[in-house]
């Protein structure tokens, strides 16, 4: 049997990608390991709330295989939420918001765009140290006061976006008609 965090992650990425494909035009596994290896810490108040989103993944993955929280290491569920359960998390969010039938895949690839990292497949030969520096510049608020190179530009922002909880950003994003 695969690791835990192995089987985790494949169902994280059946999530919003298809692991059936093998073209590696298509499949973005290298991508997804550095997003998944990658913690998101929170510098902004209450953003500490998207984490527990993330986190919440995990107890829906257990579910899922059939598992409960008894049948792995409690340090397993406690870990840091990574870009890539954070980024997953608020593409559901991000459904709920705009239209319930929608689908969480569309919204995680957007923000993806968002953040420059949406055409990272496995063929396109990127630089790991690239992805590093994108998601640094995400985490650590370095984007523009619009949200440009963050998970939600704004074409009209009323403050500056690098103090502004994500939940915020998301809902200004969504006002705007980010999904047309």
Known sequence: MEPLDERYLVWLYRLVADPAIESRE?????????????????????????IEDGKQLRLEFLSSEGLTRRDVDPNWIELGCSVLELMIAM???????????GQPAYWFWKLAENIGIGGFNDASGYEHCDVDEILNRVIFRQY????????FPLKDPRADQRSIELWYQLNAYVREGASQ
């Open 26 to 50: 298509l499949t973005y596994w290298e991508l997804f390991r550095q997003l998944y290896e990658k913690q998101f810490v929170w510098i902004i108040s209450r953003d500490d709330n998207r």
């Open 144 to 151: 523009e006061p619009d949200g440009t190179g963050g998970f």
């Open 91 to 101: 593409s559901y969010r991000l459904v709920f918001e705009t239209d319930p039938d």
